[in-house]
């Protein structure tokens, strides 16, 4: 029976929750997620916790905030004048927009506060700062 390993192509089942029990994200209604263990596809909390695994088994597998999205950064929190927001829109906390960098690239960011003057956007992936805990299920191990 093949075990994982890097360079393996796999295809898993799985169930996400942060640490109050709330699902965030789950396959189980879907296809089985197919990536290659090691190729970088996966947060790296992830892809080390399916090594060993053999098809049909069920893994729980908790990843610390800084092997999946990392620790919260401050430098992505920041101010703009609400001038500066899309004309005629009106920003509401939770908010999904895109910003440019200074180096011209997109980001997302979200809405995390507004003021009469400023609005805060935040530029951390939603998870940023979570310990993440998957129920895993290997359903198909493919030889690197």
Do not use: W
């Not at 399916?50 to 800084?66: D, F, H, L, S």
């Not at 999205?69 to 004309?87: A, K, N, Q, T, W």
């Amino acid at each position: 029976m093949n075990k994982v390993a890097a360079g393996c192509k796999v295809k898993v089942h799985y169930t996400g929750t942060l640490e109050d029990g709330t699902v965030f994200d789950s396959s189980l209604e879907r296809e089985p997620l197919a990536f290659t263990v090691g190729a970088g596809q996966m947060i790296a909390g992830f892809d080390q916790g399916v090594v060993g695994m053999a098809e049909g088994e069920e893994r729980t597998i908790v990843i610390p905030a800084e092997m999946a999205y990392g620790e919260i950064r401050e430098d992505l929190i920041f101010s703009v004048p609400r001038e500066h927001m899309p004309e005629g829109y009106d920003p509401i906390v939770g908010d999904q927009l895109a910003v440019t960098s200074s180096d011209g690239q997109p980001f997302p960011v979200t809405v995390k506060e507004v003021c009469e003057e400023t609005v805060t956007l935040d530029g951390n992936h939603s998870l940023a700062g979570k310990e993440l805990t998957f129920s895993v299920t290997m359903v198909e191990v493919l030889s690197a």
